[in-house]
């Protein structure tokens, strides 16, 4: 089993910056991909940025391109999701994910889960 922590969240106002972690522990491995879906209330999870862990590919959402990136220390088995240029629009439960994905983009096909930290962007 995978467990997933991510810390990083918190209350900012718009057109600041954070800075989102996610640390896997238990049974690691080092292929996949890991990555950040998001959930506002009212809404749908929704895609926001994911990267191979071999390889280093990343992918974004289109809301978020060009303002975030998704990076990773292998050795710490951790993810890092920088947020720029924020939005109150941004403004959800961000969730990071893992797992071997067949459409990296849909939320169904991914393994493990963590439980979530709330990002608020204030305008």
């Known amino acids: 089993q995978v467990q997933l922590v991510e810390s990083g969240g918190g209350l900012v106002q718009a057109g600041g910056s954070l800075r989102l972690s996610c640390a896997a522990s238990?049974?690691?491995?080092?292929?996949?991909?890991m990555g950040w879906f998001r959930q506002a209330p009212g809404k749908e999870r929704e895609f926001v940025a994911v990267?191979?862990?071999?390889?280093?590919?990343?992918y974004y959402g289109d809301s978020v391109k060009g303002r975030f990136t998704i990076s990773r220390d292998n050795a710490k088995i951790t993810v890092y999701l920088q947020m720029n240029s924020l939005k109150p629009e941004d403004t959800a439960v961000y969730y990071c994910?893992?797992?071997?994905?067949?459409?990296?983009?849909?939320?169904?096909?991914?393994?493990?889960w963590g439980q979530g930290t709330q990002v608020t962007v204030s305008s």
């Open positions: 994910a893992a797992g071997w994905p067949r459409y990296y983009s849909r939320r169904d096909y991914y393994d493990y």
């Open positions: 238990g049974r690691t491995f080092s292929s996949g991909m």
């Open positions: 990267i191979n862990r071999s390889d280093g590919s990343t």
